[in-house]
Every structure is written in structure tokens, then in C-alpha cells.
């Protein structure tokens, strides 16, 4: 069932659908948790509380399944007040988006109805000012062409996990807008929306995010065990080489199940936090040395014997960073589209970014979900008071100048059916 909030301008009662997938495109869909985390989309939309359980392990592999989303609502620890960072992010990317569309866009081939999915929405204010660029540009294109009559429906789907705080996503959407929303719940690392559903595809700072943590760095057995740390960064070289075999399967299917529900000659935008180089602690990187000085603080505080080492060697942060050639390399792998633009950014966002608390409280804000659900709602003060303290100590979160992490602008299109399967 998926809910579906209606522009000004379409009817206005609310209207359920159920997308219905062949059991062999809910196969491909990787093992989920919960049993409409995949294939029928639906809205939750829940209101979300700081001691919901968020990931499971499965007895035995050591697996951590992934599903916690951002911190929900407006409050102070909200991903929607602290997520400034990622706001950077659009704004650098609007110029570009914009040349693209003026330039790209297919405006010959068109149906009646148009359709967006931002992938990894959150909570909806940096994914509502992402739209709004995305259908005022195709709206200003048919205006210049001289074809404002035939200016299609547009439709949105806002698309992230089932834990996210849907509720505030559909609040922040603005009174006046040119489309259609709807809410779909699921990892994007499945099937979410029918057959060539889509004409334009979007994301952004959301595919770092891996859809598990790679098992062999959980298992006490396996050379890639990661001991005494929570992240890849610092850590020997099996784990760094887990990380990135995670990453490019979870870009892999992205690819591949997107280019199942794009249209052929359908476009992709995606903006992806990258570094220059691959990582190491002490190179200028606030986002990869965020997760490096937070493992630090848990080591500290297992030797205060606040919890065990054991908890915090059962415990790895599933993001990961990627440098530009690795994700070229791995859309190029992939074959499934033309790549249109690929551009390095340096990113405006970490200016608004103005010191080590803010950057305590923007980590805070996309990783307390997970870090509660392991560890307790009761260590998350201590542990922030003491990491904010390890940020203080650290130049590379009181001076963004300081900061060289880039991201990564990719505009992708979808190869027509034929060319695919001969490439
Ligand atoms: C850092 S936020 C970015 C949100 C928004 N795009 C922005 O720019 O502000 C990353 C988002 O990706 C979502 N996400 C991560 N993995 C996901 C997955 N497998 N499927 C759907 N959403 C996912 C998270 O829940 C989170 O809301």
C-alpha cells in the first residue's frame, strides 16, 4: 500500500495502492528483517521514539542488518535541525542539476505523467528542496520551449527505510507545490517500484550507507575481525578491503534495481560524500575521522567499565566512504547506463558547520538510532560529551577550511533496453 499525499491541484482524497511484484523480483531483494521491508511498498509514516529497536542480528553469522534511519521530528537531536551538512550538498549541486535537465532532458518522449524518487529521503527538508529544484527546472524547460500547456503531472516518491520518521517528511512538504508525493518504505538496495515507473531518479549522501556490516569484520575468527574499533578507518587492511567489497555489491544492486524501474533514457542524479584518497585517521577527512575519534571514546569508556570491549567488537558503523575512481568504476562495472556527468565537488556545506559541537550534533543526529540499539539509551550523554571533547581537540572540526572530503556529482542514463543487454 503505498499513501499518497496529492498537489493542490490533483484530487484531494488520499488514495492506497498496492504494488504487486512477481515472487522472482521479491527474490532479488536482499534478506530483510522485516516482512514488508521489500517489494510491496506501503507507508508507515510512525512516530518515532528514541528506544525503537532498529537492527537485528541474526544468532550465529554475527550479521548486523542495518535499518536504523535518521533521528526523527524537529526536536534539538533531529536529523531535520542538524543536517545543515547535506543542505551544502544540494545547494552545490543545484547549478549542475539544473544545466542537466536544461540540457538532457527528453522532452519529445514524455507520457502525461512524470516521475521522481529521491532514495534516502530522511525526514523530507533536504529531499523537499531537491525536488523543488528537479520539477522547477523541467518546468522552466517546457516554458522556454514553448510547451507550458503540456507540462506534465509530476509525481514523487520519497523512498527510505521503515524506521524513518515519515510523519515529519510529509509535514515539511511545501503547501504549494507542482507534484504529487508519496511515501515508499524499504532499503533501495531492493526492488521498490514497478517496471519502468520512473523517469527521473535521485539521491543524495545516502548511498555511503551500506546495507550491512560486513560480516567477516564481526567474526571473531576472520582475519577481517575488527577488533577495538567501530569503522574501517585505521583499521588493517582485511577490513578496509570488507568495506569496500560491501560497498560495491550495495552499488551494484542500486544500479541494477533502478534500472528496472527507470524508463530507458531515463535520468539519475546521485551525490555521494566521497574522499580524495583512501583513509587513513590522520588524513583531513571530518567524515571518516568522525567515526574513528567516536570508536575511540567507546574504547575509553569499555575501559571505565561502562560495557565490555566484547560490546564494542560487536559493534561496526556501516557507512563507507569511497574515492571517485572506485565509484566510477563501479557504475562502468555495471554497464546498465551512460554516464553524462561526473563532477568532484568541494562541499559548501561543512562551512555551515560552524564547530566541534555542531559536527557532535550532526553525527548525533544520523547515528544515535543504531548506537542505542546496541549500546543503551543510557550511555548515548557521556558518550557525546566525551566525543564533542575529542572533536575540540581536532582542527579539522573548528575549521572547515581544514576539512578536504569532496563529493561526488554523477548523472546517469538509463541505456536504451537493447543497447543494455548487448553491452
Ligand atoms: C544522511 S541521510 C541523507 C538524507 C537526505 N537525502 C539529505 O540529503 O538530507 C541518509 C538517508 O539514507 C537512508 N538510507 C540509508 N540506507 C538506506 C537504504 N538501504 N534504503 C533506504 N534508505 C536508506 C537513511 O535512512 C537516511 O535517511
Not at 550465529?60 to 526523527?72: P, V
Not at 521530528?73 to 549542475?96: F, L, M, T
Request: proline share 6%.
Amino acid at each position: 500500500m503505498l499513501i499518497l499525499s496529492h498537489t493542490s491541484h490533483l484530487p484531494s482524497e488520499t488514495t492506497l495502492t498496492k504494488f504487486f511484484f512477481p515472487p522472482t523480483q521479491r527474490l532479488q531483494a536482499p534478506p530483510s528483517t522485516s516482512g514488508n521491508d521489500q517489494g510491496a511498498c506501503y507507508c508507515v509514516g510512525q512516530a518515532r521514539s528514541s528506544n525503537r529497536r532498529c537492527s537485528i542480528r541474526s544468532p550465529g553469522l554475527g550479521r548486523m542488518l542495518t535499518r536504523c534511519a535518521m533521528n526523527g521530528g524537529e526536536g534539538p537531536h533531529s536529523y531535520a535541525r542538524n543536517s545543515s551538512y547535506q543542505k551544502g550538498v544540494v545547494d552545490v549541486a543545484k547549478p549542475i542539476i539544473e544545466e542537466e535537465i536544461s540540457r538532457k532532458l527528453d522532452l519529445k518522449h514524455l507520457s502525461s505523467t512524470f516521475r521522481i524518487a529521491d532514495f534516502g529521503c530522511s525526514t523530507g527538508h533536504n529531499s523537499c528542496a531537491a525536488i523543488q529544484i528537479i520539477t522547477e527546472a523541467i518546468r522552466r524547460r517546457f516554458e522556454i520551449e514553448g510547451l507550458i500547456s503540456q507540462l506534465p503531472d509530476f509525481y514523487v516518491y520519497f523512498n527510505d527505510k521503515v524506521t524513518n520518521d515519515f510523519n515529519t517528511l510529509f509535514n515539511s512538504l511545501p503547501r504549494e507545490r507542482l507534484y504529487g508525493a508519496a511515501g515508499v518504505p524499504g532499503s533501495f538496495y531492493g526492488r521498490l517500484l514497478p517496471k519502468a515507473a520512473l523517469n527521473f531518479a535521485y539521491s543524495s549522501c545516502s548511498l555511503n550507507w551500506l546495507s550491512e556490516v560486513p560480516k567477516a569484520v564481526l567474526d571473531t575468527t576472520s582475519p577481517a575481525w575488527n577488533r577495538g574499533k567501530i569503522h574501517y578507518v585505521g583499521a588493517r587492511r582485511e577490513v578496509c578491503e570488507e568495506y569496500a567489497n560491501q560497498f560495491a555489491k550495495d552499488i551494484e544492486s542500486f544500479l541494477d534495481f533502478r534500472a528496472e524501474e527507470l524508463v530507458p533514457g531515463g535520468l539519475m542524479a546521485l551525490l555521494v560524500p566521497t574522499v580524495p584518497a583512501s583513509c587513513d585517521p590522520n588524513s583531513a577527512y571530518a567524515m571518516t575521522t568522525a567515526p574513528y575519534l567516536l570508536g575511540s571514546c567507546f574504547m575509553d569508556m569499555a575501559k571505565t567499565g561502562r560495557f565490555s570491549e566484547a560490546k564494542v567488537d560487536s559493534f561496526n558503523i556501516p557507512v563507507y566512504f569511497p574515492i571517485p575512481q572506485e565509484f566510477k568504476a563501479i557504475i562502468e562495472r555495471n554497464g546498465k547506463y551512460t554516464i553524462e556527468r561526473i563532477e568532484v565537488l568541494d562541499n559548501p556545506g561543512k562551512h555551515n558547520l560552524t564547530g566541534p559541537k555542531d559536527h557532535a550534533a550532526h553525527f548525533r543526529s544520523v547515528s544515535e538510532g543504531m548506537l542505542i540499539d546496541h549500546f543503551g539509551s543510557e550511555i548515548i550523554e557521556e558518550l557525546f560529551d566525551r566525543y564533542t571533547k575529542k572533536l575540540e581537540a581536532s582542527p579539522l572540526f573548528s575549521d572547515p577550511d581544514c576539512d578536504k572530503s569532496i563529493i561526488m556529482f554523477v548523472l546517469l542514463q538509463r541505456k536504451l533496453e537493447s543497447y543494455c543487454s548487448a553491452s
